[in-house]
Nanobody, 124 residues
């Protein structure tokens, strides 16, 4: 059974930092693209960041470039999202996703597996 389980979300003050983790299980994710998406209240889910299987390529939403860093540890089937200089507008449920293709994509329709999400709340 394929599972993606996010953790690390919590309440944090604006300007603070947070690291999200996503542990994948049920298959070998080492060549999959792994990504993070988020959904704020009343808004559609949006792309945040993605990383290729061997970490050669990454992609970020413009809104998080320079503040967020995505990384992965294939030995642990885990992907991370390091978030710095957090803003109130970063408040959202953050989802981890896996794409079985080799191409880093910002399109959520390309992702095959999804986690349940972890809540990040940034107080201003």
């Amino acid at each position: 059974q394929v599972q993606l389980v996010e953790s690390g979300g919590r309440l944090v003050q604006a300007g603070g930092s947070l690291r999200l983790s996503c542990a994948a299980s049920g298959r070998d994710f080492s060549i999959d693209v792994l990504g993070w998406f988020r959904q704020a209240p009343g808004k559609e889910r949006e792309f945040v960041a993605a990383i290729s299987g061997r970490s050669e390529g990454t992609s970020y939403a413009d809104s998080v470039k320079g503040r967020f860093t995505i990384s992965r540890e294939n030995a642990k089937n885990t992907v991370y999202l390091e978030m710095n200089s957090l803003k109130a507008e970063d408040t959202a449920v953050y989802y981890c996703a896996a794409d079985r293709s080799f191409l880093v994509s910002k399109d959520e329709d390309d992702y095959d597996y999804w986690g349940q999400g972890t809540q990040v709340t940034v107080s201003s």
